[in-house]
């Protein structure tokens, strides 16, 4: 017996972090919703109780720091399965970009093994399971579109945001959330983003809106380190792009754009410097209702 489940990437909308907190994490709120740049994970039962990770990317664990090997380790001692699998996974999402790849393959194998072993945990269940793993596996596990609050666990779903295209762009560098983190500092943010205008624009289907009220505070640690997230951003608005945003603790920086007929030139304008270049849809409603 063999699932396959589509593992799409997460951007963040918007970013706020109120506080840190006594256990290390911050306090956050933030919007966050998916594109359509995902990975392939193919899940087969082997008869054998033991994880087995494949993968065509080089440059991932494929040992028990793998966050799908830990998702599949989870299930099986929590709901006592004594079967074992085979997860090759199809990485497309780039890594340590911003972009949650390893929460949503967790978040994957979740819903994969579920089905696979007949299991009929429910989503609410599934997402429990998933805080374990990391803060955005949660959110991972239903997608769509959400605002998360706490350290981003807890979440109340959102309509779809206006349909538009994404571009993004990920410079050839690794940001370490934890180290982003790390350097932020509450008392020294300048610029929040306008969460309730941007639940306002989301709710009204108001595209200009917004792109206008985009933000991300960490945006302010990433960028005096990594100047070229700035430059990126700059670029695709001076290109046409409608909105422009570092997606998490990045450095990975997605662009809105809402009419087809400006794809080419930001695509282009963007590929004269940047290797790294997806152009993609918003992918902006539940996975349940989605799922391939
Ligand atoms: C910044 C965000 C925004 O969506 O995404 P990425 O940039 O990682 O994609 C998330 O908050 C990242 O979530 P995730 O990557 O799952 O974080 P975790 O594995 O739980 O935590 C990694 C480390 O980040 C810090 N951390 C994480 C979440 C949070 N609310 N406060 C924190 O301080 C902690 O130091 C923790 O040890
Ligand atoms: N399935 C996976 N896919 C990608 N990275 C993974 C996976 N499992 C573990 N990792 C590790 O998780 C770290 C963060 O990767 P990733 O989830 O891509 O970051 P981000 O949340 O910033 O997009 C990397 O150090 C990577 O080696």
Known sequence: MKVYEKAPAKINLSLDVLRKREDGYHEVEMIMTMVDLADRLEMEELPRDTIIISSQAGYIPLDEKNLAFQAAKLIKERYGVKKGVYIHLDKRIPV?????????????????????????????????????????????????????????????PLGAPPPCWVVLVKPPINVS????????????????????????????????????????????????????VRYIKESMLRLGADGALMS?????????????????????????????????????????QTRT
């Open 248 to 288: 998490g603790s990045g450095p990975t920086v997605f662009a809105l754009v809402q009419r087809e007929s400006k794809l080419a030139r930001i695509y282009n304008g963007l590929r004269g410097f940047c290797r790294e270049v997806h152009v993609v849809r918003l992918l902006a409603t539940p996975l349940e």
């Open 96 to 156: 340590s970009a911003g972009l949650a790849g390893g929460s949503t393959d967790a978040a994957a194998t979740l819903r994969g093994l579920n089905r696979l072993w007949d299991l009929n945990i429910p989503s609410q269940e599934l997402q429990k399971l998933g805080e374990e793993l990391g803060s955005d596996v949660p959110f991972c596990v239903t997608g769509g579109t959400a605002i998360a609050r706490g350290r981003g666990e807890k979440l109340t």
């Open 177 to 228: 959330t934890a180290d982003v983190y790390g350097r932020f500092r509450v008392d020294r943010i300048e610029r929040r983003p306008r969460t309730q205008d941007l639940l306002r624009a989301i709710d009204a289907s108001d595209f200009a809106g917004m792109c206008g009220a985009l933000g991300n505070v960490l945006e302010e640690v990433t960028i005096p380190m990594h100047p070229e």
